[in-house]
């Protein structure tokens, strides 16, 4: 990608950077508890065809609520800066969305998979090979192609060019996808499943090696918009918060009294899990990834260490604003970040 200046502005009618949120359901819901939690407290406006809002504190941005596949559109042609979507959205909506947008992390709530079920019944089918067979066999026998229905129309095309399932045709599912195969308008599906409890009662199976996409909702910028100098400093503020509650949520601090320690035993197993020491004194304190915290203080324990605690942080901020670093080089932007 080309060098991209950051367009000239000034204050005085400046454009605000637009933030697109999901306008409704539960992904709304806990896209507003992950921001609130990023002490990013959204407030929507008040009428009944408000569909904008504000985050306290944070001047020149403009919150919009969309529904979650129109933010990925918005995001793909420049009309919003920043939007919460779900990935799948996002691979289904835009066929080239690295060049279009960048995922900058996933925000933890939101998690579904899209999957290649087929019935039960069918025992001999395990794998996409497997329908691969069936689907050639169809054709062969019977002069009609093997039926998908799904929704993800992108998706399922280009998954199964990757397995080199050919011998197919889509069915477009307006409804409920997981019905089609015993309504007999469709043979197969591509669909998304949380639990997979759908399927089951639907008497469908996961093809051992079909699964096409573990998608969650994820903080996506737009690669298309415009961003001037004001945009640019408010995306840092946000996108600082973002990280430290990040940073925080997938951390622990430990703390002990590591007097009378073996001190190159303790580096080995500080190390071994992760950990980095945050403070050194009569006190330890360190910090290490939340699913190394119980390994870890079992470590420490065995070593001799006392008094371990452990306990979750609210923010850890950091110098470095790393996801505004990967955005600023995904725009190739021509000078130092505000």
């Known amino acids: 990608m080309p060098d991209r200046k950051v367009a000239p502005g000034t204050a005085a009618g400046e454009r605000p950077l637009v933030l697109a949120m999901p306008s409704k359901g539960r992904l709304q819901e ?51 800066h920043l939007g919460v979507t779900g990935e799948d959205l996002i691979r289904e909506t835009l066929p080239v969305a690295e060049s279009q947008v960048e995922l900058l992390t996933p925000l933890g709530f939101g998690q579904a998979t899209v999957v290649v079920a087929v019935p039960q019944a069918w025992i001999d089918v395990r794998t996409m090979r497997d329908l691969d067979e069936i689907a050639v066999e169809m054709r062969l026998r019977h002069g009609r192609r093997l039926r998908v229905a799904t929704k993800y129309l992108n998706l399922t095309r280009r998954f199964f060019a990757e397995k080199g399932v050919g011998d197919y045709r889509i069915v477009e599912s307006l409804g409920a996808t997981e019905g089609a195969p015993a309504i007999g308008s469709a043979e197969l599906i591509v669909d998304i499943t949380t639990t997979g409890a759908t399927l089951k009662a639907n008497a469908l199976k996961i ?23 004001s945009q640019w400093r408010t995306v840092q503020v946000v996108l600082r918060r973002i990280a430290a509650e990040e940073a925080a949520r997938t951390s622990r601090e430990i703390r002990f009294a590591a007097s009378g320690l073996d001190g190159a035993a303790l580096e080995a197993a500080i190390g071994r899990r992760g950990g980095v020491v945050a403070l050194s004194g009569e006190e330890t304190v360190l910090r290490c990834p939340a699913d190394a915290a119980f390994d870890l203080s079992d470590d420490l324990v065995r070593m001799g260490a006392r008094s371990v605690t452990v306990r979750q942080l609210d923010y850890i901020f950091s110098s470095e604003n790393l996801l505004a670093d990967r955005l600023s080089a995904r725009l190739g932007l021509s000078q130092e970040p505000a």
């Open 207 to 229: 093809v051992d090696d079909g699964v096409i996409l573990r998608s969650q909702a994820n903080l996506v910028a737009s690669l298309k918009a415009e961003w001037t100098p």
């Open 30 to 80: 806990n896209a507003t508890a992950f921001f609130a939690r990023a002490g990013l407290s959204l407030s929507q406006g008040t009428g009944a065809r408000d569909y904008t809002g504000r985050i306290a504190g944070v001047p020149n941005l403009e919150v919009r609520y969309l529904s979650a596949s129109e933010i990925a559109n918005q995001l793909a042609n420049g009309a919003v």
